[in-house]
């Protein structure tokens, strides 16, 4: 295909603006690095919490359908690659290969790790995995059994992922027996800063009092409409694949990429008729600036520097096969007290186990790209040998036919 310069010079543009804009996103957190923790309630009752937090909302609601029906998933082997149908963003970044292991642990990589979703229970293996993965949707959905005392505890959850950098968590069959010691529900991103591969980490985290059966937890990236600080600029920064709503409750400008939920945000926001929101009670109006205090976790800045040094290697094309069915081990328990680095460690152990796969993966692609390399140039050889032979033949056919015809 040719461009002409002009096509050439305004792809050249937008590469450069594209370039700076990431940088200035990335920045941001290289220089304020307490937004990781940052959030902001907008309203909350006891059926829903929406709030802002870094680079995404969160909208959290109760008592909601599950929202992919049980015949749509397919059983896959764990802790190996699944190739996404479509680009996953996380937090500005691309991924196109994730890593599932033995506990849960979702890793996301694009070269080197860019985010994970840490949607298990600590010190538990799963016992079930199931996948959905379509060009509309990616969602797998994790199942966790315990027996105590001759009883059966389950706990269910699905981590949706959409095109459009939606992420959601949906719960389901919740034993309120894992959720006080062992639920572990977050997303989390490694945000790159300099050249010196300094990264910062940012997280979204879900409370442990919102973990239910049926609580529906939705992310959606705020984008430019958290810029706009009155009510004209903000429904005028519009677009088709997104709406900004002015909360009138908060004094602010959200996002919405969701039709479904622009009614729900907009009563929300609105103080004369947030009581017509289906909900048990009032909302609370929260209009300061939060930043949380207090926070048990620690940084993840150095275990994901630590992770994504591991991961070096560049992923190679390593699709599941969806129809075989899975072979799991017994679920295994181990005393509590669990401190959060062990959530770190979990994603660690998952990059170390990627790269080794990596590397197998690698040199079998290798391998057999060599031998079809050669099986190529047999047949391609002697074709080309032959084609030469045929046209060396045909002109001494024919000069001899010529010389005969000028010498009767």
Known sequence: MRYNLLFGQSITVYSIIFMISRFIKCNEICTKPELKNFTKVIFENDSYKYSHNYYYSQLIRLNQSP??????????????????????????????????????????????????????????????????????????????????????????????????????????????????????????????CGKNGDYKSAHVKVPKKWIQSGTLVELEVLGDCSKHNSINTCEDAKTPDKTCIWCEKSDICTASNNEDNDDFKINGCQVETVSNVNVKS????????????GITEPDLTNELTKITESTESHLSSSIVDASIEPTLTNHRVTTTGITEPDLTHELTETTQTTKSHLNKTTGTTENREERESKSSLYIVIPLVVVFFVVCIGCAICLWLYRRKKSNP
């Open 67 to 192: 929202p992919v029906s049980n015949d749509r998933f397919g059983n896959v082997y764990i802790d190996e690659f699944l190739v996404p149908a479509f680009l996953i963003k996380v937090y500005g970044n691309d991924a196109d290969r994730l890593s599932i292991n033995f506990y849960g642990t979702i890793s996301m990589f694009k070269g080197e790790l860019v985010g994970g979703i840490l949607n298990f229970l600590k010190r538990f293996e799963m016992s079930n995995l199931e996948i959905l993965n379509e060009k509309e949707l990616l969602a797998i959905r994790l199942t966790y059994h315990k027996q105590d005392n001759g009883e059966n505890f389950t706990f269910k959850v699905t981590s949706l992922i959409y095109p459009n950098g939606k992420i959601a968590f949906y719960y389901d069959e919740v034993a309120m027996e894992f959720r006080k010691d062992y639920v572990v529900s977050w997303f989390t991103g490694a945000i790159k």
């Open 282 to 293: 009032e909302g609370t109006q929260i209009n300061q600036r939060e930043i949380t205090t």
